[in-house]
């Protein structure tokens, strides 16, 4: 009779654990423009917060987040230009809701001052 409670527990646990998988990935840390390397995820995600950070001070520097259902074709899910704030600051933040991947990469669209870049992303189901 005890074991019946103790399982319904543990199947109510694992439920909520999957609804609630979220991963974090670093993209890229890089100098030079271009895509980095794509991730292939355990199980399509739709929500993605990434934060990018730069070494040093710079004029301007935009990011993108790219998905993909393939691995071979990306699309562009968010583009990010640096506000002045943000290259004071060195860091930036940004999200995206909704856009279902199971295949995602960063890609350095601007950086002409060639500070290295960092682009560390969160998604989740």
């Known amino acids: 009779m005890r074991k019946v409670p103790v399982l319904i ?4 646990v694992l439920g909520l654990a999957t609804l609630s998988f979220a ?3 670093t993209l890229f840390e890089k100098t030079a423009t271009g895509a980095g390397a ?3 995820l355990i199980q399509p995600l739709k929500d993605w917060t990434c934060q990018v950070n730069i070494s040093a001070a710079a004029d ?9 259902v393939t691995g ?3 699309g562009e899910m968010v583009n990010h230009d640096f506000t002045a704030a ?3 600051n060195k860091t930036a933040f940004f999200s995206i809701n909704g856009t279902p991947v199971k ?3 960063g890609n350095l669209l601007s950086n002409p001052d060639n500070v ?3 682009m560390s992303c969160i998604g989740a189901q």
């Open 9 to 12: 527990l543990l199947i109510i």
């Open 23 to 25: 991963d974090s990935f």
């Open 38 to 40: 794509a991730q292939l």
């Open 60 to 68: 301007n520097v935009t990011v993108a987040l790219e998905g993909g």
């Open 72 to 74: 071979i074709s990306f």
């Open 86 to 88: 943000e290259l004071a």
């Open 103 to 105: 295949y995602v990469r």
């Open 116 to 118: 290295t870049v960092k």
